[in-house]
Structure formats: structure tokens, C-alpha cells
């Protein structure tokens, strides 16, 4: 296989390591492969002295990763038993744990389209490039799906309500609302990262970011915050939306109109999923939690028919299951977060010698 032909990139220039993401057709989505070569280039790196500092970059125009492989999971869900995406996730959601405690600077470029899998490989990285190209999202709760890779541990840490917005809207932040939620940390112009990837060859991160970094044109969500905050306070999808409705912002009932349109399933999951991991605590455990709700919604019917409807078929008309928001019961919410016995994640303590057979 060529070079051009490699899923992922590495290479070292002077003190710094090189990821690549470098499947540009398909805006850098991850693959299984792909996570596990990254896994194994972080675990030689680390102990490498001439490597200083890790740099993640996506290949091509439109941005640094798209998102997981969901036409696998697709398939995996409606034709297979799920044991390949259980599987992806499980190592996915491991090296997104890795990536937030490595113990070497690691800078992540989050130009252009950022979403899903590609927050979970950027956004827990120490060091969070943003430019005025980047478009952060989570978009999950459009598939069927709930937002994962670590995504409801920095959502539910966001000011005020505006994780809940972004988490169940799948709305996209700029670089100053990335900024503002915690998803990034600088604002470099785009024109500017060639400069910065050339000198972290030479100096220390925070010494080529000196001269690059800049003022990042003005966000949306801060002057969104009131109805935000006084909106998705609610406790309930139902009143979400019922305040999103009365509220008069037309930005608000621009909200409204986007929950109407997604999973009623995924919406009442993903709220869930929100409010219990900012009692959490760590990471590996929202990535736990997270792994439970992703296993679970293999099984349900949103899931393969949001892909297909986005994705697959395009036809952006995605008949969901149930339909409203009335008839998905706290007990349909409750299996989502069901404990997987020997087949947990783990991340968060020893999981037991059953487990490990069970991998």
C-alpha cells in the first residue's frame, strides 16, 4: 500500500510527531484500523526522548475528521451482532482516555469539520487548535445515537446550559464558541497553522503558539446564553421544549424546531447521559457510562434508520421509533445505562479476570 493509500500518516520532524489523518474523501472519519495505529504511535512516542510533542492534523480541505466510520456501524448494527462496533468503540474510547493523560504535549488542529469521533481524538488533547474554518459538533442525537467519545464529559462541563444546547441540537461551535464551551483552547487564522506546524519542529509548544495565536472573530452562544440557560434548565426534553417554544428568541424556536426533528429516543438518552456524568467525576468514567449507552443503541431501531437516513439513503426523512417524545417511558431511558456485567469497559477501575476473557 502507498503512502496515499494509508489510512493514517505518521512522521517526525525535529522534536515534533506527526498524526495525519489521511482518508480526505471521506473528511478523515475514523476507522478501527485507524485507532489502533494512532494507540500504537502514542504508546512509542511516549517513551521516545526525541519526540516532544504529539501534533494531530486531518488531510485535505474540509477538516480534521468527520466522525466515526458510521456506514460500518450501519451494517454492523442491522446485518451483524454488533461485536465489530462494540469492539471499534472499545478501543476508541480507550485511546480517547489515553489521549486526555498523555504525558507529552499534544496538539491537536481542529480546522475545518470537527465532529463526533474527531472531538473524541482533538478535544481532550492538552493543547486545542482552532481556526475561523472550524465547525465543532456533535451531532449524534440526528442519528439516533447519543453524543460519546468523552463528548457528554466536555459538554456537561460547558457554562451554563449551553453543553445541553450543542448536545442535543448537534448544533456547531465556531472557534470562539468552541473556545467559550471548553472544546478548545487558541485561536490560530488559518493561514497561519503552516507556520505553527513548522516551528513546533524547533521550539516548545507554548513558544510557537506566541507568535500565531490571535483574537478569534466574535462567537454566537454568548448572546444566546439567557434563553439558553433559562431553556434547557428543564429537567425533561418535553419541557425543553416547551420553553424553546414560548421563549420568542427566534433562535430558540429555531432550537425547537431542530429537536422536533431528531430522535425522541436519542433525545431523552442524551439528556440523561448529560445530567449523570456531571455527577461522574472523571473521564474514564463518562467513557464507561458512555460505552453502556452505545452498546444498548445497537439494539434499538433509531439508530440503523438515522444512518440510513443521513447517510445511506440521504433522503433526510428518518422514521423513528417511537416517534414522540410521549411514548419513550423512563424505563425505555433506564436500559440505556443497564450494566454490561462482564463485558463493561473498564476504564474507570478493574473490571474483573470475566472481563478480560470476554475481550
Known amino acids: 500500500m502507498s503512502e496515499a ?23 478523515n472519519a475514523l476507522t478501527h484500523t485507524m485507532v489502533r495505529r494512532i494507540a500504537e504511535a502514542l504508546g512509542a512516542w511516549e517513551h521516545d526522548p526525541a519526540v516532544e510533542t ?4 486531518g488531510a485535505g480541505e474540509r477538516g480534521l475528521c468527520a466522525g466515526g466510520d458510521i456506514r460500518a456501524i450501519h451494517d454492523d448494527a442491522r446485518d451483524g451482532d454488533g461485536s465489530a462496533s462494540r469492539a471499534f468503540w472499545r478501543d476508541e474510547y480507550r485511546l480517547n482516555a489515553r489521549i ?17 469521533g474527531g ?64 472544546l478548545a483552547d487558541h485561536y490560530v487564522p488559518s493561514a497561519s497553522l503552516g507556520d505553527l506546524l513548522d516551528s513546533l519542529a524547533e521550539l516548545p509548544v507554548a513558544q510557537a ?4 495565536v490571535r483574537t478569534p472573530p466574535p462567537g454566537v452562544l454568548a448572546g444566546q446564553r439567557d434563553w439558553i440557560d433559562a431553556c434547557y434548565a428543564a429537567d425533561t426534553v418535553e ?13 430558540a424556536k429555531e432550537a425547537a424546531e431542530t429537536l422536533m426533528a431528531r430522535s425522541p429516543t436519542a433525545l ?24 453502556r449507552v452505545s452498546s444498548a443503541a445497537l439494539a434499538t431501531p433509531d439508530l440503523v434508520e438515522g444512518i440510513r437516513a443521513q447517510v445511506v439513503d440521504k433522503d433526510r426523512r428518518p422514521r423513528w421509533s ?19 456485567g462482564a463485558r463493561e469497559l473498564g476504564l474507570a477501575g478493574p473490571v474483573g479476570p470475566a472481563a478480560e476473557d470476554a475481550r
Open 5 to 27: 493509500d494509508e489510512p493514517v500518516l505518521f512522521h517526525t520532524t525535529g522534536r515534533a510527531a506527526r498524526i495525519t489523518l489521511n482518508r480526505p474523501r471521506a473528511i
Open 54 to 57: 504529539v501534533v494531530l492534523t
Open 100 to 116: 486526555a493523560h498523555y504525558p507529552k504535549p499534544y496538539l491537536a488542529v481542529m480546522d475545518g469539520i470537527v465532529m463526533g
Open 119 to 182: 472531538v473524541g481524538v482533538s478535544a481532550h488533547g492538552g493543547v486545542r487548535v482552532v481556526t475561523e474554518r472550524s465547525r465543532v459538533a456533535m451531532p449524534e442525537t440526528g442519528i439516533g445515537f447519543a453524543p460519546d467519545v468523552g463528548g457528554t464529559y466536555l459538554l456537561a462541563r460547558a457554562p451554563g446550559e449551553l453543553g445541553t444546547h450543542l448536545a442535543l441540537t448537534g448544533a456547531q461551535a465556531g472557534a470562539a464558541d468552541a473556545l467559550l464551551c471548553g
Open 209 to 212: 503558539l506566541a507568535a500565531v
Open 239 to 251: 419541557e425543553i421544549l416547551r420553553r424553546l417554544l414560548a421563549h420568542g428568541d427566534p433562535a
Open 268 to 291: 431523552k438518552v442524551t439528556l440523561a447521559s448529560l445530567r449523570r456524568a456531571r455527577t461522574l467525576g472523571s473521564l474514564e468514567r463518562v467513557l464507561d457510562q458512555e460505552y
Open 322 to 340: 417511537p416517534r414522540t417524545l410521549a411514548e419513550v417511558t423512563d424505563a425505555d431511558v433506564e436500559r440505556f445505562f443497564a450494566p454490561l
